[in-house]
């Protein structure tokens, strides 16, 4: 029973470069939740998605920054324009799809982005 | 502004002590308040959790204490283990999904 994936694991980009991360959730969750960590602080949240919609994206950068999740494939977390405060762990975590609650989140192993 | 304030950032205990890390919140309408533990390089898993309408849950060596009045819970780690060193982070819910964390406290306990 795989887990919440993420690919990359690592990932180093040059500023102005993009970056695309990828979570491929449990099997059977269709709810997906994005992360960030910054060094030294605790998760912070991003987005919330289900198959083709954004639920909540209260915690996304207003720019630079997009999510998706589509009907068939990963759920992608895309930066645009990468700046060095974008270096951070980036988790995704998925849910099932009777209810979205933070009880029932898996978290991915994350996602490290350097940005050079 | 951080939410969830989460203190120590860091602590020591020998083997058979007891862990304590306190958190402090501000929103009244967080409505539901667990712990994660996580180990270099994998993401957070669910250790035990509370809701606001109780005191205390235990579940085997970890213990949560609420104190809704104060607004804040801690997590107790009874017979600390080698293998319990990690890093814990406390977090609190609002619309029970929007996960607000503490900053995290590793803990390390020595054999």
């Known amino acids: 029973n795989a887990g919440v994936m993420q690919n990359p694991r690592h990932l180093v980009r040059r500023r102005g470069q993009e970056a695309r991360l990828r979570c491929s959730p449990m099997?059977?969750?269709?709810?997906v939740y994005w992360y960030r960590q910054l060094p030294e602080e605790g998760l912070k949240f991003m987005v919330y998605l289900q198959k083709e919609n954004i639920i909540d994206e209260s915690g996304m950068p207003k720019e630079r920054f997009s999510a998706e999740f589509p009907k068939e494939g990963p759920s992608i977390l895309r930066i645009q324009q990468v700046v060095r405060g974008d270096s951070a762990a980036y988790f995704c975590?998925?849910?099932?799809?009777?209810?979205?609650?933070?009880?029932?989140?898996?978290f991915g192993p994350g996602t490290r982005l350097t940005v050079l | 502004q951080q939410q969830v304030k989460q203190s120590p950032q860091s602590l020591i205990v020998q083997k058979g002590g007891i862990s304590i890390i306190n958190c402090a919140y501000e929103n009244t309408a967080f409505d539901y308040f667990p712990w994660y533990q996580q180990f270099p390089g994998k993401g957070p898993a669910l250790l035990i959790a509370i809701r606001p309408d109780v005191s205390e849950k235990k579940e085997g060596r970890f213990t949560i204490s609420f104190n809704k009045s104060a607004k804040q819970f801690s997590l107790h780690i009874m017979d600390s283990q080698p293998g319990d060193s990690a890093t814990y982070f406390c977090a609190a819910t609002l619309h029970d999904y929007k996960l607000s964390f503490g900053a995290g406290t590793t803990v390390t306990v020595r054999a």
């Open positions: 099997k059977g969750h269709s709810h």
């Open positions: 975590a998925s849910s099932p799809p009777a209810r979205g609650g933070a009880d029932t989140q898996y």
